[in-house]
DNA sequence: GTCTATAATTCGATAGAC
DNA sequence: GTCTATCGAATTATAGAC
């Protein structure tokens, strides 16, 4: 029955992809993903052909949820300005997993970095999938040749606020942070309402 | 022989805290300790009672560096504007390591904070040596009882950036970004002289 | 203090019956 | 497709001779 299978795969991604946000790739085992996906241990090959294999299908899953939902923001909000302080609100809602587990992307990214590099290569499009949507934003505020650079800084304070929430387990740095971030969206729309 | 025991302890966790940089601390083995320090494996204990040990001594050694250049700096700079500014500086002098492993600091502490979260509470001492010596520049600085928020503000920001080098592997993103940091750093300064 | 040998687990991965 | 059983390798950690 394919479609009775194809639902355990996804089962199988989804519980993966939970683990290995709250106790990192390496931490997670196919005893883990098991239990959480209520799936017999022998049974993984069927599914997948190696634990990267699980890696990338869960890169793949979070990358077709971050580009549905950053193609959903580009109509429900009419302005960048919004759209940008949407992007910026991602930390509010996800604050308890935050201060808990970091941010999703950067924790992951980073854990791939030390060893994994050719993995790293892929869990990258996620940076990318935001960055490019970030750049046409700062693109129709006007701010032209600037708008990479833009984009990049946005997701990096981001990611550093991200990072100190959950180095200091503090939803109160997250909450100062972002207010901080979404006047500094508010200066660049007003430079450029002046030029 | 006293010294030589206590030569052979500093080559462990010198060793050490260069590997868990490069491999992170779960990805790294007494063996490649033990290949790194010219040491037998199963000599570890003698001079550590677990990998945990290991950790910890890593951590304070770090933890003692990086509270000597803070001291350092008190001395070499005579404004708090200078001594920002070489706070910044790390990233473009660490530009090599940053782009291909990441921040040692944010990267460690990452790691620990998803399965070792007793160990990421000692880890998180070289975030508050990094956080209290900013706290007094920007007190001097004069902007009151916000220097602490300046202080994570500032913290925050480095460790994104650092996040994205190390994402790209892009020194560009570093240098570009740290440039605009210290244009942060100016704005500030300005900010408190015409007050 | 230094070495060899090995215990005790855990891991990813495989084989094969049903 | 699902299950049990297990391999081979790697890990932390220990025991004990020298």
Chains 1, 2 share one sequence.
């Not at 931490?27 to 098991?34: E, L, V």
């Amino acid at each position: 029955m394919y479609q009775k299978g194809a639902q355990k795969r996804r089962d199988i991604i989804e519980a993966a992809s939970r683990l290995i946000y709250e106790k990192g790739y390496d931490q997670t085992s196919f005893t883990d993903i098991a239990e959480e996906a209520d799936l017999n241990r022998g049974n993984f090959y069927h599914y997948f052909q190696s634990k990267d294999d699980i890696l990338e299908a869960v890169i793949e899953h979070r990358l077709a949820g971050i580009k549905a939902m950053l193609a959903g923001w580009e109509v429900e909000f009419k302005t960048p300005q919004e759209r940008l302080k949407r992007f910026v609100q991602i930390l509010k809602n996800s604050e308890n997993d935050i201060v808990q587990f970091g941010c999703p992307m950067g924790t992951l990214h980073s854990e791939l970095g030390k060893c994994k590099k050719e993995e790293q290569e892929i869990s990258r499009q996620m940076f990318d999938a935001f960055r490019d949507w970030l750049k046409v934003q700062f693109k129709e505020l006007g701010v032209g040749r600037e708008a990479g650079a833009y984009a990049m800084r946005l997701l990096a304070y981001l990611q550093g606020i991200g990072a100190m929430s959950y180095a200091y387990a503090d939803p109160a740095i997250l909450r100062r942070e972002t207010r901080e971030l979404d006047r500094w969206i508010d200066t660049v729309v007003a430079g450029q309402k002046s030029a």
